[in-house]
């Protein structure tokens, strides 16, 4: 009633969690595949964030970026740990957030060198956010309107052809921005052969490699960074969703020479990486490899259960099952049948359950989807 109507939201109010389900305020179970879109990484019942949390609440939940913050320095050198090179790392809290700074970071880096480079080659199919930066570097029409005019400065390419890219560089090119897994836009990987001619093509033509890993990073495809399958390094990388696993943070990690370009005054972020949402971030990376060991294994009980309902596209716990026709009323009758999963790019049902997700949750949730999918298909 009080709420501006920007979401297509289902009639069903989850009140509770226990591992990875969730209960409504009728106290009906459902299986958690979507883990609110990404995010809960560690599920519901994870009894060491649970604690760190509630000290930290006892202790300080904000202190400003206007003084040193140990739960920053901590968070960002367990990140660049997992990035594997010498960098640095901004904190905001939300994906659009990181992205944003990616975008202005990419323009000062060239502005510094006194290069007047600053357009930024985006995928079609991809999604970055819903400010006016990122939603600029985001080609969906159907997103832009009402909004526009979109802020100058993105080239849009086709997904997973090189020659596509190669047409949109120009001298002005500083940027080239993909997700490795494109998730709202179906669950479209990008060939890995794709993502080393991409960082060959940016490293020819001194262009920063960009990788959006807010919804495929985090350890969610058996990798801490979904880019680490093709063994590419890219200077910029942004993420959000499971890194607090149900706190708000994001962060972009930049190499060392183009983090200098963010100097003192130069972005912020009143909240960004604040005492709480650190202390989050903090338990879900040391929580992160041990869950990434059990990723394939997982896999393989969903590509078994699934693989002849349709084309089963991703990687890891980021699974989509394209069936060809509009999943609206089946994602409906699959949440009425006590499955928690999300319908995306029309025909494909996501899959992105939190990864502490056991063997069991897991059968018993493609029990329902499976039984569902015959009636249905
Ligand atoms: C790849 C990707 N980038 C950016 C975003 C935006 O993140 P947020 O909603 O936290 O702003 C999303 C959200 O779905 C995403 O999937």
Request: charged share 25%.
């Amino acid at each position: 009633m009080f709420l501006m109507n920007t979401y297509p939201r289902k009639d069903i109010a989850f009140v509770r969690g226990e591992n990875s389900c969730l209960f409504d305020k009728n106290g009906k179970r459902y299986i958690d595949f979507l883990s609110g879109i990404a995010v809960n990484t560690l599920g519901y019942s994870h009894q060491k964030l649970k604690n760190a949390l509630k000290n930290q609440i006892d202790n300080i939940l904000h202190t400003s970026n206007l003084y040193e913050n140990p739960w920053q320095e901590e968070v960002a050198s367990k990140l660049i740990s997992f990035f594997g090179e010498s960098g640095k790392v901004f904190f905001c809290n939300s994906g659009t957030e990181a992205n944003e700074a990616a975008i202005k970071l990419t323009r000062k880096y060239f502005k510094d060198k006194g290069q007047d480079k600053y357009r930024i080659i985006t995928f079609k199919g991809g999604f970055h956010g819903r400010t006016m930066g990122s939603l600029s570097a985001t080609p969906r029409p159907n997103l832009h309107q009402g909004f526009e005019p979109m802020l100058d400065g993105f080239d849009y390419a086709e997904f997973n052809d090189i020659d596509s890219v190669k047409s949109l560089i120009t001298e002005k090119t500083a940027g080239i921005m993909i997700e490795a897994i494109q998730g709202e836009g179906g669950i479209n990987e990008a060939n890995l052969d794709f993502l080393k001619a991409l960082e060959n093509l940016c490293k020819e033509n001194n262009v920063l490699l960009i990788l959006d890993e807010v919804q495929a990073g985090m350890g969610r495809t058996g990798k801490f960074f979904a880019y680490q399958h093709a063994g590419i390094k890219p200077d910029i990388i942004t993420m959000a969703k499971g890194l607090g696993s149900g706190l708000p943070i994001g962060a972009v990690i930049a190499k060392d020479e183009v983090a200098e370009s963010f100097g003192v005054g130069t972005h912020g972020a009143t909240f960004g990486g604040n005492a709480l949402s650190c202390m989050a971030a903090s338990i879900t990376l040391d929580e992160i490899p041990s869950l990434m060991e059990q990723i394939p294994s997982k896999e393989v009980i969903f590509r078994k259960a699934l693989e002849h309902f349709g084309l089963l596209k991703g990687k890891g716990l980021m699974l989509g099952l394209d069936i060809k026709k509009d999943c609206k009323e089946i994602s409906n009758e699959l949440h009425k049948r006590g499955l928690v999963i999300n319908c995306t790019a029309t025909s494909v049902l996501r899959m992105l359950p939190p990864l502490v997700i056991t063997k069991e949750e897991i059968e018993e949730g493609l029990d329902i989807l499976t039984s569902t999918l015959k009636e249905f298909l």
